[in-house]
């Protein structure tokens, strides 16, 4: 069966659809979560919950770099994830950490920016704390 076009559906364009980013949602209660499709299969990989839309799209972007490779659509194409290994076969967990590590990443290159003293990191498979100090612990 062949669904009918949505009027302006035309837009390929995957980064932002009215407002939205691709693999992301808001919760009730204000938390945003990421989760992404498993390639040729019903089912998807959680990738968290994140205090920003932003946070959670970098994760979504990780995580789909992780199972698609270079030709993954990404929310932001512009600053696309450097995650060694990314063509080797991961676990779900390994993409999970991979995808939590890219969305903190972003999170504290902007913190450093405003001068922030660190950032918490609470993953959905680990809890670290990374200073801009260099200092980091788990």
């Known amino acids: ?6 009027e302006g559906g035309g837009d390929s364009d995957a980064r932002v659809r009215n407002g939205r980013y691709k693999g992301v949602r808001m919760r009730k209660w204000g938390k945003w ?3 992404v499709r498993q390639p040729n299969s019903r089912g998807k990989i959680w990738l ?3 205090k920003t839309a932003e946070e959670a ?6 995580a789909a770099f992780c199972l698609r490779g270079t030709s993954a659509e990404l929310n932001f194409p512009d600053n696309p994830p450097e995650i060694p290994g990314a063509r080797d076969l991961l ?3 390994q993409i999970q950490d991979a995808a939590f590590k890219h969305s903190r990443r972003a999170a504290a290159e902007d913190a450093e920016g405003a ?3 660190g950032v918490l990191m609470m993953g959905p498979n680990s809890g ?3 200073g801009t100090n260099g200092v980091e612990g788990c």
């Open 1 to 6: 069966m062949v669904r009918p076009r949505r």
């Open 33 to 35: 979560v990421a989760e």
């Open 48 to 50: 968290g919950s994140y």
């Open 57 to 62: 799209a970098r994760a979504y972007d990780a």
């Open 91 to 93: 676990t779900p967990t």
């Open 115 to 117: 001068g922030e003293l």
């Open 128 to 130: 670290c704390f990374a």
